[in-house]
């Protein structure tokens, strides 16, 4: 495929959000002309169910005949973008004691839910493993802080969004569980290698990928035992432990790339391309969509000056491309 004719496609590759309760115009604007392949949505554009739902029809009235991912963060708990029954649900170390049951009557009332306001992605289950009580980042939000605990939740959330009409987003790959630190606020750091990582923090992973999850999100995360690299810049951690180790090949997303903890791969620009050439197929932004416009601007520029291997976009545009088929198909609702 030429560049001229991937340079009409790269939209595909961006997933991103915007403040406040409505979509400003110029966001409106920008996901129409570059065909942006995701929008991202925060509690404050879900204040109410109805805004939900007007929002996600505005959005998806500029797409024409794409289709977008609508994405959430619907974990459970204090992670809930919306609020209220029947969509909201108990947090992932409550359902750790009251057992898997619950679990799933309450995640597929909300599923169900999520479905019919038009929301097709769901970036859960958390698969890490809670191994440090200081990690403020995951408090709460993990099933267990073993993978005997944890992995019967993944495949059980993977199972129920497939059953549901939703696609599913393990997190937050490799594994955030043994970091102290949030990527929020700055890089997470964590001192396994990876023999433990085989014994420890992949079974959750390899779960969730057995079960059916559609794609894996990392995290900003430095592991000084496998790579110098954070893992959002390492295409050694995704190709030998993501792409190997877990035998995955669906997308790949980032975390979002405005957060704090990816500044070690230099400005937006900088971390998207860094990001996208370790082995990401999808690029998330956060609520600064001028962010994430500077970020497509960088990308496409660097793609016309033959920086960015031309095999490497068409590979992930297939991968996006097959989710996006399959969310078309009668069968997933």
Known sequence: ????????????????????????????????????????????????????RQNIETIKSCYNNYLPFIAIDQEGGRVCRLRQAP???RAASAYAIEGIERFEEEYSRAAVYMEALGINLNLAPVADLYLDSKNACLRDRCFGSSAEQVSPFVRASVRISQERGLLSCLKHFPGLGAARNDPHLQTSVADYDEFVWEQREKRPFVAGVEAGADLIMTTHLLLPALDDRIVTGSAKIINRLLR???????PVITDDLTMKGAAA????????????????DLLLFGQDYEAAFQAYDFFTDALRRGEIDTTLVTMSLDRIAGLKFKLGRSVLR
């Open 87 to 89: 969509v909201e649900y």
């Open 1 to 52: 495929m030429t560049v001229d004719k991937l340079r009409k496609q790269i939209g595909q590759l961006f997933v991103m959000g915007f403040p406040g309760e409505r979509p400003p115009s110029p966001f409106l604007s920008f996901i129409a002309e570059e065909r942006i392949g995701g929008v991202i949505l925060f509690a404050d554009n879900c204040a109410t169910h109805q805004l939900a």
């Open 244 to 250: 190997d180790g877990l035998g995955f090949d669906g």
């Open 265 to 280: 791969l230099g400005d937006i620009g900088e971390r998207t391309l860094a990001a996208f050439t370790a082995g990401h």
